[in-house]
């Protein structure tokens, strides 16, 4: 079946730094992708979004790009702050309306 | 425009109990999707709504159930709960006029605790 595989956390950076959160997929056809957020106690906020490949999603400073010949929507930010700091799942979408997650990253940003 | 509902937002139960959440979509919205998250097995589909129908259902037991109303407002229902059960759950609306495509917007989560 469709699955999304995440790099594994926990990841720690200093502020202003570079982030890649790395995200690969596999899937039948061409799912549409997404990255969401989840900052503690709460639900998810849609991050970002690709529906077709060569698309690439961006939001507040975040971008992916659909790369169907590698299977990955990797995240990316080019200056991380401390209000980053958030658990990031990728997404892809399975059928009428199921998603299926990736493992999720737990993304911490020292000041 | 309002954002997804979910009442209540915490919970405590019994193991053999059985407890309903409720959530209110996006006004306009006419799918519900819900999700079980849980540090052990992450976020899993439980089941998802469209006019009142169950349309796609994820790998969990009968003890899991859940229905739409006409305003699409919608519950889910655990019945003879399980330690395991404790989790927070997560319900999700969208328009729908676009099937795979749909961005899901998520509430804040019904935290449960099984004891």
């Known amino acids: 079946g469709n699955s999304v595989t995440q790099m594994e956390g926990p990841v720690t950076l200093s502020e202003e730094a570079f982030l890649t959160i790395n995200c690969t997929y596999t899937?039948?056809?061409?799912?549409?992708l997404f990255w969401y957020v989840q900052y503690p106690g709460e639900g998810l906020q849609l991050l970002l979004k690709?529906?077709?490949?060569?698309d690439k999603g961006s939001n507040k400073g975040f971008e992916a790009t659909y790369r169907k010949e590698t299977t990955s929507f990797h995240l990316e930010k080019g200056s991380v702050q401390v209000s980053d700091s958030a658990v990031y799942f990728c997404?892809?979408?399975?059928?009428?309306?199921?998603?299926?997650f990736g493992q999720g990253t737990r993304l911490t940003i020292n000041p | 425009k309002a954002g997804v509902t979910q009442t209540p937002r915490y919970l405590i139960k019994t193991r053999g109990q059985q407890v309903t959440l409720s959530c209110s979509p996006i006004?306009?919205?006419?799918?519900v999707s819900w999700y079980q998250q849980t540090p052990g097995q992450g976020l899993q589909f439980l089941f998802e709504?469209?006019?009142?129908?169950?349309?796609n259902k994820g790998n969990f037991p009968g003890r899991f159930s859940g229905r739409q109303f006409s305003n699409s407002r919608s519950e889910m229902n655990v019945s003879t709960l399980e330690l395991g059960d404790s989790a927070l759950y997560l319900c999700?609306?969208?328009?729908?006029?676009?099937?795979?495509?749909?961005?899901?917007?998520f509430g804040p989560g019904t935290r449960l605790l099984v004891l």
């Open positions: 999700a609306s969208s328009l729908e006029d676009r099937p795979y495509q749909e961005t899901q917007y």
């Open positions: 899937a039948t056809g061409y799912p549409s």
């Open positions: 690709a529906t077709k490949a060569d």
């Open positions: 997404a892809l979408i399975q059928g009428a309306q199921k998603l299926v």
């Open positions: 006004s306009g919205h006419r799918s």
């Open positions: 709504y469209f006019s009142e129908t169950q349309r």
